[in-house]
């Protein structure tokens, strides 16, 4: 019979933290999932932020990709793999930030300006939410311009032809 010692992985800082930290749910039963494999929490901050944390407090850190932060997982839990738990509510970061030094240093000052002056972080999340706005309309705009285009090329060519310029006025006369 072999047995598998997992150990923890060099990188991750020491700072294991007794029982269950408030605010994360709980580690699935044994029965779910062995103690051996490790637990990452993933989840969104206030700001967006993508926040992954192993669950008994070894290593964390704050990312701007999803993709980022389960890599930073995968990395510090290799070779053996581990588990995550994408979480619904927000996650804030309560280690040190071994992630994106440029997303840590974003949420740190985001979360002083938040404290210190919430009238300014208000202000910053209604400009950041109109930009999505207008991000939004302008790419239903470009899409409803390539459907237009599409139809435009089914009643002119019937299907036979594409138009290769971006120029209308190259289109032929009726």
Known sequence: MSVL????SPECTVRPVAGNIAGLPRRPDVTVLSEAIPLFYLGQNAAGFW?????RGWCGGVFVFRRSAENFARQRSAPWGCATMLLDEPLELDLEN???RAAGA???IRKKVARHAPWLW???GDVIAEARKLGSEISRAFASARKHRAAIERELFRGQYRLSSNNDDDLPIP
């Open 106 to 108: 974003v949420d740190a």
């Open 51 to 55: 926040v992954v944390r192993e669950s």
């Open 122 to 124: 208000a202000f910053v």
């Open 5 to 8: 010692v997992l150990t923890r």
């Open 98 to 100: 071994e992630g994106s």
